[in-house]
């Protein structure tokens, strides 16, 4: 079992749909992170939890320690929010990647 | 643009050679890491470096080192390459020397391809 798994893997949503991705871990963590990656490659970091919840723009992310679990959502989303969203958790000194989740918004 | 540059952006390479890749991390920040990202083993933490030291050590095969200069940019020694370390390899930067508890800025990565 990976330690790090996001659900779902792909999805695909109308512009304006409310969207949410989940992480789920079975390691302590020191912290969780949220990556983007857009379609050429790049690679952007969208939060840092280590507790609670964060709001960006139309972006919150939440966490919940004792479930060991967390949460991206988006808000009225867009086509340009289409990417590779990424949960990866800091655990005794590694970083450990979910396998990414593929979003497509149609217009 | 995060501030975090790499070169070269590709390289193409015969099994067995050796490649280096460079990084140069935003300035003002101390730590440097690198990453892989295969197709089949998705995204990799190598290794990080702080302030020249070495950090800490993630999934880093031994054929590969890296090191960080007084300037603060690092580089990643890939040899005896193999078909398997195609991948493209990203290089981000943070402020401190703390594991994995600050914002990291990512570069543009550098697309490996071994022949």
């Known amino acids: 079992k990976n330690e790090v798994e996001q659900s779902p893997q792909n999805l695909t949503a109308q512009e304006g749909e409310f969207i949410t991705i989940n992480c789920s871990y079975s390691?302590?963590?020191?912290?969780l992170h949220w990556l983007q990656q857009h379609p050429g490659g790049g690679i952007v970091s969208l939060f840092m939890l280590s507790s609670g919840k964060k709001k960006h723009g139309r972006l919150i992310a939440t966490i919940n320690i004792q479930e060991k679990h967390s949460s991206l959502h988006i808000t009225a989303s867009h086509p340009r929010d289409s990417a590779v969203y990424i949960c990866?958790?800091?655990?005794?000194?590694?970083?450990?990647f979910g396998k990414g989740t593929k979003l497509s918004v149609k217009p | 643009d995060s501030g975090v540059t790499q070169t070269p952006k590709h390289l193409i390479t015969a099994t067995g050679q050796r490649v280096t890749l460079r990084c140069s991390p935003r300035?003002?920040?101390?730590?440097v890491y690198w990453y892989q990202q295969s197709l089949d083993q998705g995204l990799q933490f190598l290794i990080q470096?702080?302030?020249?030291?070495?950090?800490a050590k993630g999934n880093i095969l031994e054929r590969f080192s890296a090191q960080q200069f007084p300037d603060l940019h690092s580089e990643l020694n890939l040899s005896s390459l193999e078909l398997g370390d195609s991948a493209l390899y990203f290089c981000?930067?943070?402020?401190?020397?703390?594991?994995?508890?600050?914002?990291?800025?990512f570069g543009p990565g550098t697309r490996l391809t071994v022949l």
């Open positions: 470096y702080y302030n020249g030291e070495e950090r």
């Open positions: 981000a930067s943070s402020p401190t020397g703390a594991h994995f508890t600050d914002t990291q800025y």
């Open positions: 990866a958790v800091g655990s005794q000194g590694n970083l450990i």
């Open positions: 390691v302590g963590i020191s912290a």
């Open positions: 300035s003002g920040d101390l730590s």
